[in-house]
Nanobody, 123 residues
Framework: QVQLVESGGGLVQAGGSLRVSCAAS????????MGWFRQAPGKEREFVAGINWSGGSTYYADSVKGRFTISRDNAKNTVYLQMNSLKPEDTAVYYC????????????????WGQGTQVTVSS
C-alpha cells in the first residue's frame, strides 16, 4: 500500500496562491489515481480534485474549478495542487489520497491517505 506525505501548506492572504505537494512511496505510483480532499473544522471531508494515472484526465469540484490545478510527476512520485485566487472559504486541512482504476469524488473509495497539511487563507 502506498504511503503519502503532504507538504507546502501555510498562511496566505485572500487572492494569493499556494502549491501543496504529496510525495508517495512504497508502491508503483503510476498505478494510482490521486485525489485531493479538504476538511474544514466542523465540516465533512470534501473532494477537491482528482487525476488519473497518466495525468491526462482531471476532475474538479465546482467550488475550485478555474482556480485550482492538479498535476502529477510520475518520475518524482509526486502529485501537486496549485491553488490560485484563494478565498477564506478555502481554509482547511488538505489531504491527498490514492486509489486504483477511476477517479472518484467519494472519500471512502480511497485506500491510502496522507496526514494532511493546513492551508489558511486570511481575509
Amino acid at each position: 500500500q502506498v504511503q503519502l506525505v503532504e507538504s507546502g501548506g501555510g498562511l496566505v492572504q485572500a487572492g494569493g496562491s499556494l502549491r501543496v505537494s504529496c510525495a508517495a512511496s512504497g508502491g508503483i505510483f503510476s498505478n494510482y489515481v490521486m485525489g485531493w480532499f479538504r476538511q474544514a473544522p466542523g465540516k465533512e471531508r470534501e473532494f477537491v480534485a482528482g487525476i488519473n494515472w497518466s495525468g491526462g484526465s482531471t476532475y474538479y469540484a465546482d467550488s475550485v474549478k478555474g482556480r485550482f490545478t492538479i498535476s502529477r510527476d510520475n518520475a518524482k512520485n509526486t502529485v501537486y495542487l496549485q491553488m490560485n485566487s484563494l478565498k477564506p472559504e478555502d481554509t482547511a486541512v488538505y489531504y491527498c489520497a490514492a486509489k486504483v482504476l477511476l477517479i472518484s469524488t467519494h472519500p471512502n473509495d480511497y485506500k491510502s491517505w496522507g496526514q494532511g497539511t493546513q492551508v489558511t487563507v486570511s481575509s
